[in-house]
């Protein structure tokens, strides 16, 4: 039987047709709305990186991981102590700012260092003019938190739709005291700028030399590539027509489907992958007041809540019109990679940007399994929040490769081994239990409690796929975009891309890059606070499934898996009601 490379450089997990699809929501399956149907047109071209060259990965090996050397160069210095008047709720903007004049002309670096001393948290702006032309401004919000001592952050000049593509001079920083039981002992000790760069087309991958992660700045550092190097895994098209993947696999009987690296998370668009998305239900009447048209479905995607009306829903990818998100810092060693990055607004084609901060760490586990540490904190401000409804935290939505076909929970009613799940498209009915009759086409939403160790999966007729841990969920999503894993499906795999992107007829698409997909979301329920962290841990694992309930509990019993903090109630965490 041929054998697999053992770690395979040439992760190809971004493709050039992805960015030239119309996108379908990261929230279409999280609950909060009420159909993942496929928008009826693409983004503007000028919007995706086809306008900048595509430059894209086309098989191309990243190179390997390489420490980083820059250095600051001080543009400001002050370290006087001042008094940042107590925060008023009902008036975000009022007397609290404190504004220090910079007038600096960092040209065409991007890379800035805040360093502070204060005892409260703190929100700001870092307010810019493009040199030659001072009627191009920009202003960047940023949040640091009580205690912190230095901020860095990229400045919005290397993503699609960046706003501070340019070279420039800062004009002003404020700072503002977002606590609203004190005022606040602040210093501005120092402000310095780096050449440090990013390169969004850039691959970052981790491995433990028998799974690998892969990602990249371009898409926010969410997870948009997971494979297993061992086992001879592939994907290949059965005596029937339908797209498998399964491990222990020989390709020489086999009609092999794409390359030998069988990635197993789908990428169909930019709210697909494995990536947190995260909602609050305001409206103008809390401050919530987007830059689009009501009028214009131009400038967004309606259909996709109860109302029709976009929601505040920040996103780690992208958005509905192309745009990536702005990193705003990172560290990436050998074996373990961190991400920081301001949220994208799904709903819009618009390039609107959330304020908030999506923070992911990824590492290997001994056992195998990829952790995944999440911190999320808004800072939008929005007000009268007390009375907006809970919603259910896509923590994190993931989409696999649709050959994993069988969604598989262990739950209180025995074990849930399941190929009929369908999509949430408005009508498929709810099942909340293993036991449950429905009448049609289905999809699960169960509660945490039910689920037994905390995890479920989507396989194949095998028992092998990739399960996901996330133990004191509130829910556990399951469903699928169609159900078909016929290669001939009409509007779906291979017809599909067919027609879109005139695929030669003999070459099979891969399951990551299609329509289809299988979908967990292990949710929280609970509402988005400012200025608050919701922090979670989850575990992702690729095998069978007694393999991953023997992975998955012995995290759990270590103490490396717990998610203490989703247990709690008090006001250190996001509120249930």
């Known amino acids: 039987m041929m054998k697999k490379q053992a770690f395979k450089k040439s992760i190809c997990f971004l493709m050039t047709g992805l960015l030239v699809l119309s996108l379908g929501a990261c929230g279409g399956d999280s609950g909060n709305?009420?159909?993942?149907?496929?928008?009826?047109?693409?983004?503007?071209?000028?919007?995706?990186?086809?306008a900048l060259g595509n430059p894209l990965f086309d098989g191309v090996s990243s190179a390997p991981y390489t420490t980083e050397d820059y250095t600051f160069t001080t543009i400001f210095m002050d370290g006087m102590e001042k008094v940042l008047p107590r925060y008023d709720s009902q008036n975000p903007q009022g007397n609290s700012f404190i504004k220090y004049d910079i007038n600096s002309n960092i040209k065409n670096k991007n890379y800035l260092k805040l360093t502070v001393e204060t005892d409260v948290n703190l929100v700001g702006y870092i307010n810019y003019e493009k040199n030659g032309d001072p009627s191009?401004?920009?202003?960047?919000?940023?949040?640091?938190?009580?205690?912190?001592?230095?901020?860095?952050?990229?400045?919005?000049?290397?993503?699609?739709?960046?706003?501070?593509?340019?070279?420039?001079?800062?004009?002003?920083?404020?700072?503002?005291?977002?606590?609203?039981?004190?005022?606040?002992?602040?210093?501005?000790?120092?402000?310095?700028?780096?050449?440090?760069?990013?390169?969004?087309?850039?691959?970052?991958?981790v491995s433990d030399g028998s799974t690998v992660l892969g990602t990249s700045p371009y898409y926010g550092g969410c997870i948009t590539y997971f494979e297993k190097l061992e086992d001879d895994v592939y994907e290949y098209m059965d005596s029937d027509g339908?797209?498998?993947?399964?491990?222990?696999?020989?390709?020489?009987?086999?009609?092999q489907v794409g390359s030998a690296n069988v990635n197993l998370v789908n990428i169909y668009d930019l709210g697909r992958e494995i990536q947190p998305s995260y909602y609050l239900n305001v409206t103008d009447k809390n401050g919530y007041t987007p830059d689009y048209d009501p009028e214009d479905t131009d400038s967004y995607y309606p259909g996709q809540t109860e109302t029709g009306q976009p929601i505040y829903n920040p996103i780690q990818c992208g958005d509905f019109g192309g745009h990536t998100p702005q990193i705003i810092d990172y560290e990436y060693a050998s074996d373990m990679l961190y991400v920081k990055m301001k949220g994208q607004e799904w709903f819009f084609y618009t390039n609107i940007q959330a304020n908030g901060y999506i923070e992911v760490t990824y590492y290997f586990d001994e056992s195998g399994a990829l952790m995944v540490d999440n911190v999320y904190t808004d800072f939008s401000q929005f007000y009268g929040v007390e009375d907006v409804s809970i919603s259910l935290q896509e923590t994190p939505a993931t989409y696999f490769a649709y050959p994993l076909n069988y969604f598989y929970c262990e739950t209180k009613q025995g074990i849930i081994f399941d190929k009929e799940v369908s999509e949430q498209n408005g009508r498929s009915e709810i099942k909340t239990s293993k036991t449950q009759t429905v009448g049609g086409d289905y999809f699960y939403i169960l509660n945490g409690k039910m689920v037994n160790g905390g995890?479920?999966?989507?396989?194949?007729?095998?028992?092998?796929?990739?399960?996901?841990?996330?133990?004191n969920a509130d829910k556990y999503v399951a469903s699928r975009g169609r159900k078909s894993n016929s290669y001939f499906q009409e509007e779906a795999n291979r017809k599909y891309h067919e027609g879109y992107f005139a695929f030669d007829d003999s070459q099979l698409v891969p399951s990551y890059s299609t329509i289809n997909y299988s979908y967990i979301n292990?949710?929280?329920?609970?509402?988005?606070?400012?200025?608050?962290?919701?922090?979670?841990?989850?575990?992702?694992?690729?095998?069978?499934?007694?393999?991953?309930?023997?992975?998955?509990?012995?995290l759990q019993k270590d103490g490396i898996l717990t998610n203490a903090s989703l247990t709690k109630t008090d006001k250190s965490v996001w509120p249930k009601k």
Request: hydrophobic share 35%; charged share 20%; net charge negative.
């Open 242 to 255: 339908n797209i498998c993947i399964d491990k222990d696999v020989d390709p020489d009987f086999v009609q």
């Open 33 to 50: 709305t009420s159909s993942s149907t496929r928008p009826s047109k693409p983004p503007k071209p000028e919007d995706t990186l086809s």
């Open 455 to 471: 995890w479920c999966a989507f396989v194949n007729e095998n028992k092998w796929g990739v399960g996901i841990c996330l133990p």
């Open 136 to 205: 191009v401004t920009n202003s960047e919000k940023f949040f640091i938190s009580a205690g912190s001592t230095e901020f860095c952050t990229f400045l919005d000049a290397f993503r699609v739709g960046a706003r501070g593509a340019y070279q420039k001079t800062i004009l002003s920083i404020t700072f503002q005291n977002v606590d609203d039981t004190k005022a606040g002992s602040f210093k501005f000790v120092s402000a310095g700028i780096s050449d440090r760069t990013l390169n969004t087309v850039e691959e970052w991958y």
């Open 522 to 554: 292990p949710g929280i329920h609970r509402k988005m606070v400012d200025f608050i962290p919701l922090e979670y841990s989850y575990a992702l694992y690729i095998g069978d499934t007694d393999q991953m309930k023997t992975v998955f509990t012995g």
